[in-house]
């Protein structure tokens, strides 16, 4: 974010320091919790389970902003120019999040989750 300052308005620059610090917390939970679940993987099959229905979800919520016209997302376009291929980038996470759906019902499937 440094640099930015001058150009963003104040508004921009708070949401963005809130959206910082939720990440960073996020961030620090799913790492726990992939460490835990790595180690203790026969207790975390119930969670691995659970986690597909949300990122089934979050895919979709992704697969949609991705067909939303930039500008209607972010007004202002100096908070996009950064990402050039925003959309490709969003569908590609979408991506993942199914595969991860589908490995995790595959599993099931086959009975070894």
């Given at each position: 974010?440094?640099?930015?300052?001058?150009?963003?308005?104040?508004?921009?620059?708070?949401?963005?320091?809130?959206?910082?610090?939720?990440?960073?917390s996020a961030s620090?939970?799913?790492?726990?919790?992939?460490?835990?679940?790595?180690?203790?993987?026969?207790?975390?099959?119930?969670?691995?389970?659970?986690?597909?229905?949300?990122?089934?979800?979050?895919?979709?919520?992704?697969?949609?902003?991705?067909?939303?016209?930039?500008?209607?997302?972010?007004?202002?376009?100096?908070?996009?120019?950064?990402?050039?291929?925003?959309?490709?980038?969003?569908?590609?996470?979408?991506?993942?999040?199914?595969?991860?759906?589908?490995y995790i019902a595959?599993?099931?499937?086959?009975?070894?989750?």
């Amino acid at each position: 974010m440094a640099g930015v300052d001058a150009y963003w308005p104040e508004s921009a620059m708070v949401f963005a320091r809130l959206f910082m610090m939720l990440w960073a917390s996020a961030s620090l939970v799913m790492a726990v919790v992939c460490y835990f679940s790595q180690r203790y993987l026969e207790q975390a099959k119930p969670l691995l389970v659970l986690l597909t229905l949300p990122a089934i979800i979050h895919a979709a919520m992704l697969l949609g902003l991705s067909l939303t016209p930039i500008v209607e997302i972010m007004p202002l376009a100096n908070l996009y120019a950064w990402i050039p291929f925003y959309e490709v980038w969003i569908r590609g996470e979408a991506l993942l999040l199914v595969s991860y759906a589908l490995y995790i019902a595959y599993g099931r499937w086959k009975r070894f989750i």
